[in-house]
């Protein structure tokens, strides 16, 4: 299993289209991803489904432990942390 904990900069917290972003960027990996919080005991949700990570409820200035399980843990990882720095928003690829 592969960790991190990163913390939600974007002012709007992860809304809808965040959320979307943050499950399109987890489904393109074939390991299993969960998302808790790192200020609650809840257990951790499913990063590839939208519904369960809006149920945490991420406000700006949230902490998140995002972990990974599988063939591409830790390119999942990396990848989920480096959008949520981004504020969710992917890199132009041109």
């Known amino acids: 299993m ?3 904990n990163v913390t939600i900069t974007y002012e709007l917290g992860m809304h809808a289209r965040p959320a979307t972003a943050f ?3 987890a489904a393109r990996f074939a390991s299993d991803v969960t998302v808790a919080r790192v200020d609650r005991p ?3 949700v499913d990063g590839k489904a939208m ?3 809006l149920t945490l409820a991420l ?3 949230t902490e998140i432990r ?3 399980t599988g063939p ?3 390119p999942a ?3 989920l942390v480096a959008l949520v720095r981004a504020d969710f928003t992917e890199p132009d690829p041109s």
Do not use: K
Request: proline share 4%.
């Open 77 to 79: 990882v990396d990848a």
């Open 2 to 4: 592969v960790t991190a």
């Open 51 to 53: 519904l369960s990570l």
């Open 72 to 74: 591409d843990a830790q």
């Open 23 to 25: 499950t399109e960027t």
């Open 66 to 68: 995002i972990s990974a």
């Open 42 to 44: 809840d257990a951790p």
């Open 59 to 61: 406000t700006c200035g």
